[in-house]
């Protein structure tokens, strides 16, 4: 199992950014995805995740409304749209197999390396 992790930077609230993460080694298109985070001291925090069997997507309250998960299965890839950053969105942001908190962690071994985000205010 491979995830890799794309497109964070750095941007002043407000701004965008688009994520990816390339997903090998396991049949993509059958597994639910998910995004989380872990800000700087802190525990990871589950965000939002898409369900393999017809793309349902879900999302915590904070981010609900700004970022948007979506999925290519063709290209065994995962992204999340990030608009009206603020500054609390800063963290490592990783994919991850599954939907939800316990799910996520349960395989967390296989998270990728990552990808920074940060909002400067």
């Known amino acids: 199992v491979q995830l890799v992790e794309s497109g964070g930077g750095m941007v002043q609230a407000g701004g965008s950014l688009r994520l990816s993460c390339a997903a090998s080694?396991?049949?993509?298109?059958?597994?639910?995805m998910s995004w989380v985070r872990r800000a700087p001291g802190k525990g990871p925090e589950w965000i939002s995740g898409?369900?393999?069997?017809?793309?349902?997507?879900y999302y915590r309250d904070s981010v609900r409304g700004r970022f948007t998960i979506s999925r290519d299965d063709a290209k065994s890839t995962l992204y999340l749209q990030m608009n009206d950053l603020k500054p609390e969105d800063t963290a490592l942001y990783h994919c991850?197999?599954?939907?939800?908190?316990?799910?996520?962690?349960?395989?967390?071994?296989?998270w990728g390396r990552g990808t920074q985000v940060t909002v400067s205010s």
């Open positions: 991850a197999r599954g939907v939800g908190p316990i799910a996520t962690t349960r395989d967390e071994q296989n």
């Open positions: 080694g396991f049949r993509f298109s059958n597994y639910d």
């Open positions: 898409i369900k393999a069997s017809d793309s349902t997507t």
